[in-house]
């Protein structure tokens, strides 16, 4: 009998304005299944630091929630994606 494991990701969201190049950035870091089902949204207070994010995400189209947004472009290696092994 075979189990799965359930894999989760960790993807990083960024809401920017790109009208608006000085209003300050959001980020946000959701936790994901292998489905793309997401379990846990957490807003971060700043940028983070170290490349800890299998995924980034952006919308730059002057959203205030992820909630209200259409659609996000995703960000081939990012400075805070990590590295692939």
């Not at 793309?36 to 995924?55: C, H, T, W």
């Not at 730059?60 to 081939?76: A, E, H, I, V």
């Amino acid at each position: 009998m075979c189990v799965t494991m359930k894999q989760k990701r960790k993807i990083l969201v960024i809401l920017s304005n790109r009208y608006s190049p000085s209003q300050k950035k959001k980020f946000l870091e959701l936790e994901c299944d292998d489905q793309g089902n997401i379990l846990n949204e957490r807003a971060l207070r700043s940028e983070p630091r170290e490349a800890r994010f299998d995924e980034v995400w952006e919308n730059d189209d002057g959203k205030t929630s992820m909630s209200s947004c259409n659609r996000f472009k995703r960000k081939y290696r990012h400075r805070l994606e990590k590295p692939r092994e």
